[in-house]
């Protein structure tokens, strides 16, 4: 079994038992709900959830520093925790906000995996400000000049959090972007 799918067979365990724990919390049952009340507090239910959301939140910030050093990648690092490198500066103007970017992109995930690129589905264009993309890539694209070529890398709390894109991006994951940004309209 490789690091991606311990990773998330470890996720899935996690999430297995928050919804144990939130089922016995929403009984419509009177009497099992008082029981429940009983048993569990507040205090008992919030502090295991914390002690494993610290614990993935800092799995998630190892992984990402041991990418970070393995590639020898010298990256910034935003209040958010977003990552972000310019690799090659461009000569156009900075991107605003209210700006429609277009953007030529490669996403992959921690692993290496490659799972969307323009390439195959096109170049991404969106209204920068408008929501409608990652938090976490319309953070990193203010940053940038048309021109720039760029890696972010995006935790998962600034890109698809806890559910993932249903489809190709698993919950919890943070994903490795390499862009460059085409035009600016």
């Not at 799918?5 to 038992?17: E, G």
């Not at 009497?31 to 008992?44: H, S």
């Not at 209204?127 to 940053?143: F, N, P």
């Not at 249903?166 to 460059?180: A, F, H, M």
Request: proline content about 3%.
């Amino acid at each position: 079994m490789n690091s991606l799918a311990r990773y998330h067979l470890s996720n899935t365990r996690i999430l297995f038992m928050l919804l144990i724990l939130f089922t016995l919390g929403c009984s419509n049952d009177p009497e099992a709900k008082q029981t429940t009340e009983k048993q569990i507090t507040d205090q008992e239910i919030r502090e295991p959830m914390e002690k494993v959301n610290r614990y993935l939140v800092r799995k998630e910030e190892d992984d990402i520093q041991d990418l970070v050093k393995r590639y020898g990648w010298e990256m910034q690092k935003s209040a958010t925790g977003l990552r972000y490198m310019v690799y090659k500066k461009g000569m156009g103007q900075a991107v605003k906000e209210g700006n429609l970017v277009s953007l030529a992109y490669e996403v992959k995930l921690l692993d290496g995996s490659t799972i969307y690129t323009s390439s195959s589905l096109g170049l991404k264009q969106f209204r920068v400000g408008k929501g409608g993309v990652e938090a976490g890539l319309e953070e990193g694209i203010l940053l940038l000049n048309e021109g720039d070529r760029a890696k972010f890398i995006i935790p998962s709390h600034l890109a698809f959090g806890l559910l993932g894109d249903g489809n190709k991006i698993p919950p919890r994951t943070s994903l490795v972007y390499d862009i460059e940004v085409v035009r600016i309209y």
